[in-house]
């Protein structure tokens, strides 16, 4: 079945470290995104990337760095300058041309 | 800047009642919305869109309604069962780059 993988469901961070979460896709989609999630929040956009090699900055992307060499992988690293982490991390995509993204099934990440 | 909005926070229904879940958006230019289900843990789920030259879409025991006199959304769920317990997020898409923008989220619990 095609669809949005992400990995890990959960993970935990130390202070001052960098931490890098994947998101893999076979559904042939062009656009991928970063969201992340706070309780009693809506979804805020990190990082989107519409082709591969070229990515754009969302609305909060500071402390965070993305890389999309393949179509298929949108990783999204939390780096130690991300100052509260601590949230729910997702995944979306969407092909070319279409209107609602697909979404993965999301990364919660913990400092500890 | 613009955002998306949702009147309640919670919303508490009798199984078997129809629920009916609003929400606000303010950007007059976007011109695709849909609605979403997330459950507790795991990604959004699409559940109905409608473009903005609608007023009005149904599907399987949803219904969504357009009101853009008042920018108003509403998505409405008949015969409501435990399973459609959970947050659902209504979404527009600006039609800049795919961009959607996400409301806070609405609680549905379904009581038996």
């Known amino acids: 079945d095609g669809g949005i993988t992400q990995s890990p469901k959960y993970l935990f961070r130390k202070e001052g470290q960098n931490v890098t979460l994947s998101c893999e896709q076979n559904l042939n989609h062009d656009a991928m995104y970063w969201y992340r999630q706070d309780p009693g929040q809506g979804l805020r956009l990190i990082y989107y990337?519409?082709?591969?090699?070229?990515?754009q900055k969302g609305d909060i992307a500071e402390g965070y760095s993305v890389s999309r060499e393949k179509k298929e992988s949108f990783p999204l690293t939390v780096t130690s300058a991300q100052k509260n982490p601590t949230a729910f991390y997702l995944c979306a995509s969407i092909s070319q041309g279409s209107y609602g993204y697909t979404f993965g099934s999301g990364t919660r990440l913990t400092v500890v | 800047g613009e955002s998306v909005g949702l009147h309640l926070p919670t919303l508490s229904v009798q199984e078997g009642d129809n629920s009916i879940i609003n929400c606000a958006y303010s950007n007059s230019a976007s011109d695709y919305f849909i609605w979403y289900k997330q459950e507790s843990g795991k990604g959004p789920q699409f559940i109905i869109d409608?473009?903005?030259?609608?007023d009005k879409r149904q599907g399987q025991r949803v219904t969504v309604l357009l009101n853009k006199t008042v920018k108003h959304l509403s998505l409405q769920i008949a015969a409501t069962q435990p399973g459609d317990s959970a947050v659902y997020f209504c979404a527009e898409n600006q039609g800049n780059n795919n961009d959607m923008r996400f409301g806070a989220g609405t609680r549905l619990t379904v009581k038996p």
């Open positions: 409608i473009r903005s030259n609608m």
């Open positions: 990337s519409q082709i591969v090699n070229d990515f």
